[in-house]
């Protein structure tokens, strides 16, 4: 096997994303063939070097995994948490591959979030180049007017830098109104400040589809595997080659 560099291997075994694996590896926790390495552009062999996270021996994946989640309100997206919350992990008891989220929702939102450990279908989804759209149902305490409205829709600052286009229609009229939001990009707690800068609070935020999945059929805190047919067309929409399953 040729060399390949050290994010994407771990991302491939399903230790992490390739982001987190590039944390790791520039916090020093990644050893190949008893050497500690940092630099980003660090090259190794599977199959002929022997490689460490955290002290643990990397292997390949026994099988690739692919599992969509229903996350309830009270977790957190990461595999474990240093403040001792608990985590979307808690919901997966009885998968034996070590699979991580595909990027993130936050404590206090609910709804589909994806699990795998092929780092390459990870990054793809994430990439924003792909442009998937991330479909929500979310709650506010209070009403958009019609030129904020189309603000929301070009895009408002955020951290010193524009949100991208995004869809954006009321489907409940209420005092405190239910919006779908569309996005293809996703930054953090996104929706919550895009709101926020227009003075107005998120109640709820549900993510109720990514591309053509949805959620509907999954029970909160229940997961399931994707199945053959999603995953087909999940590559075909990432434009990836088709791996075993």
Known sequence: MAEERLQKL??????ASRRKAEELILGGAVTVNGKVVVELGSKADLERDHIKVGGKLLHAPRRLVYLAMNKPVGCVTTV???????????HLRGVKERVYPVGRLDYASEGLLLFTNDGDFANALMSAKNRVVKTYMVKVNGTLDFAQEEQFRRGVPLDGRMTAPAGLRVVREAENPWYEVKLHEGRQNQIRMMFKHFGLLVEKLKRVRIGFLEVRGIGSGEHRQLTAQELDRFRRLLH???TQA
């Open 240 to 242: 990836l080659a088709g």
């Open 10 to 15: 771990i991302s491939r075994a399903g230790v």
């Open 80 to 90: 474990s948490d240093p403040q001792g919350r608990p985590t979307v992990m808690d």
